[in-house]
């Protein structure tokens, strides 16, 4: 899909300004701000996504910052923008982390960072709950199935390494399918300090406790919530390669 891109120098002016200092900033902060994004060689900003913010579409917003498409020297990436009010200081913290999913093939690349932005890849895709209204056919149960066994599998190398996405039960924010991969995206929640559950809390949302839940058991017939509970209070115990692939079995994701 071809964008049209915004020099960041015009985003000293409204309403472009209203983005990059997001919710309030002053002129100082704005100025500020486009200097950061010079060194960072980010050139210019493209209005895309299915989030609006005022009558700008962007990628995505949370409690720490906004997401638009951007451009680094000639290549598109997804750039995380600190809000003004956020509690935290910088965006260094969401950087390690997303090191270190990155060391387990989890989550965007990180690329650069800086006091109050965050250079990511950009997966142009679509959030899993669009995708899946979107499932029509033949070969959607299949494609379905397989997106779901991907995400587990990354949950999965996150328990491994002790990480903790933390707001894996809100699945469609945090889950995202594109063309070339679907991978879990936003940790700026995430933790290394808390007893790690993504893949309980992503298999609960597919299978047992949400909307999603629904749509999945539109498309294939899973088996009781009884079954698939058990089964992950056994994982949970032991988060083990074989109780992790007993759960891929009771929830006919072992052949995909």
């Not at 989890?106 to 979107?134: A, H, Q, R």
């Not at 599998?153 to 945090?174: A, P, V």
């Amino acid at each position: 899909m071809v964008h049209s891109f915004i020099s960041i120098k015009k985003f000293a002016e409204e309403p472009y300004s209203k983005i990059l200092g997001y919710p309030r900033a002053t002129n100082r902060q704005i100025k500020s701000r486009i200097k950061e994004l010079e060194k960072l060689k980010i050139k210019s900003i493209s209005f895309t996504g299915p989030t609006s913010l005022g009558k700008l579409a962007i990628l995505g917003k949370g409690y720490v910052g906004v997401v638009v498409l951007a451009k680094k020297n000639n290549t598109q990436v997804a750039l995380k923008i600190r809000r003004t009010d956020s509690q935290r200081n910088n965006m260094k913290n969401e950087s390690v982390l997303l090191k270190l999913v990155n060391s387990v093939n989890v989550g965007p690349k990180m690329i650069d960072v800086s006091k109050n932005f965050l250079v990511m890849e950009y997966l142009e895709g679509e959030k899993i709950s669009d995708w899946m209204n979107s499932l029509k056919g033949v070969g959607s149960t299949k494609k379905l199935k397989s997106t779901i066994r991907k995400i587990l599998e990354d949950c999965y190398r996150l328990d491994q390494i002790d990480f903790d996405h933390g707001e894996l039960s809100n699945i469609s924010k945090h889950v995202i399918v594109g063309k070339i991969k679907s991978t879990l995206i936003d940790f700026e929640s995430s933790s290394t300090n808390r007893r790690p559950s993504n893949v309980t809390s992503i298999a609960q949302a597919f299978f047992i406790g949400s909307g999603i839940a629904k749509k999945t058991q539109k498309i294939y017939k899973n088996p009781p919530k009884e079954k698939i509970i058990e089964e992950l209070k056994r994982y949970k115990q032991e988060k083990s390669k074989e109780s992790f692939e007993e759960l891929l079995k009771i929830l006919k994701l072992e052949s995909v």
